[in-house]
């Protein structure tokens, strides 16, 4: 599977952003997918995961009520929609697929996109 995260950028606190993530190299409607993020010199956190069908999600605590995960199965396509964002968002946000157990963790995914980066700055 290969994952191309895009959409990220620079924006003011209070503005909104959708993130993608393009998946390629198997049935994209089989697997889950999830979103994570890192900010500088922090570890990677758990943002929101979503359900192969798109009928089941979970997102983080941190961001809940204004980050939703969806997804399109026809379009091979996840997506990320960031609302009402803070400074504390910044951060590298990464797709991943296909995940086994704990899907909190980084460890339960098996294949990683390279980011894409969201700036949030006055």
């Known amino acids: 599977v290969q994952l191309q995260a895009s959409g990220g950028g620079l924006v003011q606190p209070g503005e909104s952003l959708r993130l993608r993530c393009a998946a390629s190299?198997?049935?994209?409607?089989?697997?889950?997918m999830g979103w994570f993020r890192q900010a500088p010199g922090k570890e990677r956190e758990f943002v929101a995961v979503?359900?192969?069908?798109?009928?089941?999600?979970d997102i983080a605590d941190s961001v809940k009520g204004r980050f939703t995960i969806s997804r399109d199965n026809a379009k091979n396509t996840v997506y990320l929609q960031m609302t009402s964002l803070k400074p504390d968002d910044t951060a590298l946000y990464y797709c991943?697929?296909?995940?086994?157990?704990?899907?909190?963790?980084?460890?339960?995914?098996?294949?990683w996109g390279q980011g894409t980066l969201v700036t949030v700055s006055s």
């Open positions: 991943a697929s296909d995940p086994r157990g704990n899907f909190y963790r980084t460890s339960a995914y098996k294949f």
């Open positions: 190299g198997r049935t994209f409607s089989s697997y889950g």
């Open positions: 979503i359900s192969w069908s798109g009928g089941d999600t």
